[in-house]
């Protein structure tokens, strides 16, 4: 008796809003949803290439960020510049989980086949690698100009193997 008199009190309440009924058989997508989806896949493809372009967006705070650490060696610059070379190297070893949640999901189906695959969201992975490249070059441009690379002669002269000298082969 007390169930039939609580189901009565709540009988007349409202839903709350952006509440609906929905019925348990199964029925073809309206197009709202349809319209909904597609739109959340344009979406993640703006996110996925967005994240894609995202280290060349940061290339001219790093380039600044060099400028004012300054050309000696000091403890300071060495950590810009470590941190700048550390970065796309672990970018790169994180992309396809970076880009996992952006995998498109294709239609009918509720999760992508592979969204760690090397070739979900392909372009993108190679837009991320070309940036990432351009970040590690900025890296080893700012160690040359410290000198921390061996680009001259006299940076390999420890390698260098010498002839035995004329005078004592004479002899």
Known sequence: MSNAVESSKWKNLRPPPGFTQTSSK?????KASTNATASYE???DKRAWDLAISPAKSL????FMLYMS????QIFSMGIVFMLLLSPFKNLAGI???FAPLAPVPAGKKQAPEPKAL???ALQKIV????NLLTLALGLWKCRSMGLLPTGTADWLAFET?????????I
């Open 128 to 131: 991320y690698l070309l940036c």
């Open 42 to 44: 344009a979406m993640k």
């Open 26 to 30: 199964a029925s073809a997508p309206s």
């Open 96 to 98: 396809n989980s970076a």
């Open 119 to 121: 070739t979900t969201l």
């Open 60 to 63: 001219p705070m790093q380039a």
């Open 162 to 170: 010498r002839n035995q000298p004329p005078e004592s082969v004479l």
């Open 70 to 73: 300054g050309g000696g060696v």
